[in-house]
Nanobody
């Protein structure tokens, strides 16, 4: 297993930016896919962005062109740069690590975008 700890959430006005960071308890070099998911009140958890160890990215249509996912294997971190934030981006954001045998989640960090 790998423990994940997110940080960087907060309150921001519409149009603003935030950068989320996720630190893993061990090397992420061999973790196939690192990603970010979010869950808004009353809604199911949904994919935001993923990044494979080979560098392939996948973004939800709603965030394409505004969010960028990156990973630093040397620092065991994955980040989510969020620009041009909208009120509908308000949610708890979760870091995710996935291999063939394990799936780990962080505890989540709240992002609130005011209009």
């Amino acid at each position: 297993q790998v423990q994940l700890v997110e940080s960087g959430g907060g309150l921001v006005q519409s149009g603003g930016s935030l950068r989320l960071s996720c630190v893993a308890s061990r090397s992420i070099f061999r973790i196939n896919t690192m990603g970010w998911y979010r869950q808004a009140p009353g809604k199911q958890r949904e994919l935001v962005a993923t990044l494979t160890s080979g560098g392939n990215t996948n973004y939800a249509d709603s965030v394409k062109g505004r969010f960028t996912i990156s990973r630093d294997n040397a620092q065991n971190t994955v980040a989510l740069q969020m620009n041009s934030l909208k009120p509908e981006d308000t949610a708890v954001y979760y870091c995710n690590a996935r291999t063939i045998t394990i799936t780990s989640w962080g505890q989540g960090t709240q992002v609130t975008v005011s209009s």
